[in-house]
Nanobody, 127 residues
Framework: VQLQASGGGLVQAGGSLRLSCAVS????????MGWFRQAAGEEREFVAV????????YYADSVKGRFTISRDSAKNTVYLQMNSLKPEDTAVYYC?????????????????????WGQGTLVTVSS
């Protein structure tokens, strides 16, 4: 399984970006898909997840109401729409895939749950 993240860039505070993560190699629809981010000098943190069992989505409190995760099964792609960006959103963003159908939601907020990772895409938000 390969994940290819794209869509990062430089944006002013208050602006928007949409990240994409293309998945190849196995049945996309049977993965929980997560987005994480890592700021310089910080640990990688959970941003959002889309479960394939039940189809629900979950977000970190810091992005709730501003970011939206979605998936297009026809394109084997998961998206992260980021609106009202803040300088503190600056980070390298990673997509990840977890094939465990019985994964609990709290577990999907941890990097330990994920089997596959993309290479990361840098988002820089200027003030």
């Amino acid at each position: 399984v390969q994940l290819q993240a794209s869509g990062g860039g430089l944006v002013q505070a208050g602006g928007s970006l949409r990240l994409s993560c293309a998945v190849s190699g196995r049945t996309f629809s049977r993965y929980h898909m997560g987005w994480f981010r890592q700021a310089a000098g910080e640990e990688r943190e959970f941003v959002a997840v889309s479960r394939w069992t039940g189809g629900r989505t979950y977000y970190a409190d810091s992005v709730k109401g501003r970011f939206t995760i979605s998936r297009d099964s026809a394109k084997n792609t998961v998206y992260l729409q980021m609106n009202s960006l803040k300088p503190e959103d600056t980070a390298v963003y990673y997509c990840a895939a977890d094939a465990e159908p019985y994964a609990i939601t709290s577990g999907l907020m941890s990097t330990n749950s994920y089997d596959y990772w993309g290479q990361g895409t840098l988002v820089t938000v200027s003030s």
